[in-house]
Every structure is written in structure tokens, then in C-alpha cells.
């Protein structure tokens, strides 16, 4: 039981490392929350999903990935800055257009559009600011097909990132001692996940609450910050230039 303690614990120690940075993910899911809460946690399971992916790539090929991502880590920085700028874009846009409660759907269908151009996902809905947030009980997210293509619009705009294919790879092939048997890695991987998971669904929680307590101007001003924000952390993620 030892054995398999000590990786679940570094794979929880990981995982959260990987998800608690405030990044534009963060600030994306937050506001997915602010609508509905059902699909914002169908959304943080999404994040989560590829980081338990990364991480159990590294687990089983660290070495490889870190020789073979390294070398275009810089072109794959640009093509994501480029996705987060067009999220950036619309958001704002959308908030400038329609300053009052809009329809359900707003950030994924940016992030769809933005996400389209590369990963085949399909953008629903308009890019309005967040109306009143909640547990789902407005419908929002298009039930269960909503909640499912929200969930694959965040796998493929949080698997754009290589650092985080980096970040496992590193760990993996630092802790390849204690990583050497199937049993070992799986505790890894099912520390990576769970922790993770929870605090994506923490954040999901956060934003739900804030979108039962904040007026609607206020919600409308959270929008065009979190969409700056994103805006910002493309330029960090783009820099330096290939």
C-alpha cells in the first residue's frame, strides 16, 4: 500500500500544480459557470480529461514527448495564442454589442468558433455577455449534446497547450524511479485526475455562486475583464516568437 501511496500523492501534488495557476482556461470556465453550471462542469471535466491525457503520455513515453514537443514548442505557442486572441475577439465583441442578459452558450460558442478553425468543433449560440448563472435549471448548454460538445470545445482548446505536455514530462522522467511498475503509474495517473478534477469543479462552484450574487451589470464588466484577460495571456503565450 506504501508503494502505491507515495506516487498518488505526487500525482496529486501534480495535478494541482498543473490546474490551480490562474490562466485563461480558468478564467473561460469561470464564466461558462456564470451561466450554467451543468455545462461548466461538463467543461471542467474536459480540462481535466487532457490533463490526465498528458500525463499519461509522459507517464509511459516522458523522454520522447519532452525531444519531440521541445522542438516546435514555439510554433504550437503561436497557434494557440492565435485560438485565445480569436476567443478574446469574439467575447469582447459581444460584450460591446449586447450589454444585457443574453441567451445561454455564450463563451462556448466563442470558444467553439476560435476552436473550429483547427479542431473541427462546432460553435453554437451568440457571444454575448453571461445572463443569470446557476445550476442549469434554465436549460442552458442544450442539455445533455450541449454539455457533450462543450466538453470536447474544452479538450481541444486546453490540449493546444504544450507546456502542460512538457510540465508531466518533466515530472515523469524525474520521478521514473518510483514510476516503474503498471500499478505505481496508475496510482500516478489517479492522483493527477482527481486533483484536478476538483479544483476545475471548485472553480466551476465559484463561478455558479457569482452568477446567482452578481447583478447583471456587474456580470456584463466580469466578461469584457476575463475576455482582456485572455487577450493578455495569448500575447504571454506567443512570446518569445519562433
Avoid: C
Avoid at 491525457?53 to 505557442?77: D, F
Avoid at 468543433?121 to 455577455?129: A, W
Avoid at 496510482?187 to 478534477?197: D, K, N, P
Amino acid at each position: 500500500m506504501t508503494e502505491l501511496l507515495t506516487p498518488a500523492l505526487a500525482g496529486t501534488v501534480a495535478g494541482l500544480g498543473v490546474a490551480m495557476p490562474m490562466g485563461a482556461m480558468s478564467v473561460l470556465l469561470l464564466q461558462e459557470a456564470m451561466r450554467d453550471r451543468r455545462t461548466a462542469a461538463a467543461a471542467a471535466a474536459g480540462i481535466a480529461a487532457v490533463d490526465l491525457g498528458y500525463a499519461a503520455l509522459a507517464t509511459a513515453l516522458g523522454p520522447w514527448v519532452a525531444s519531440h514537443v521541445t522542438p516546435v514548442e514555439a510554433w504550437i505557442r503561436l497557434a494557440a495564442a492565435a485560438i485565445l486572441l480569436a476567443i478574446a475577439a469574439h467575447g469582447l465583441r459581444g460584450a460591446a454589442q449586447d450589454p444585457g442578459p443574453p441567451g445561454p452558450g455564450a463563451v462556448p460558442a466563442a470558444a467553439g468558433a476560435a476552436a473550429g478553425a483547427d479542431h473541427g468543433h462546432d460553435g453554437v449560440g451568440g457571444g454575448s455577455p453571461p445572463g443569470r448563472g446557476g445550476d442549469g435549471a434554465s436549460g442552458g448548454g442544450g442539455g445533455g449534446g450541449g454539455r457533450a460538445r462543450t466538453f470536447a470545445r474544452y479538450v481541444g482548446l486546453t490540449a493546444v497547450n504544450p507546456t502542460t505536455a512538457l510540465y508531466f514530462a518533466a515530472l515523469t522522467t524525474a520521478q521514473a524511479a518510483t514510476l516503474h511498475t503498471a500499478a505505481s503509474a496508475a496510482a500516478f495517473l489517479t492522483g493527477v485526475a482527481a486533483a484536478s478534477l476538483l479544483w476545475q469543479q471548485t472553480l466551476v462552484a465559484v463561478g455558479a455562486l457569482a452568477g446567482r450574487k452578481v447583478p447583471a451589470r456587474v456580470r456584463v464588466w466580469t466578461f469584457r475583464l476575463g475576455y482582456g484577460l485572455v487577450a493578455a495571456y495569448a500575447v504571454k503565450v506567443a512570446l518569445p516568437l519562433p
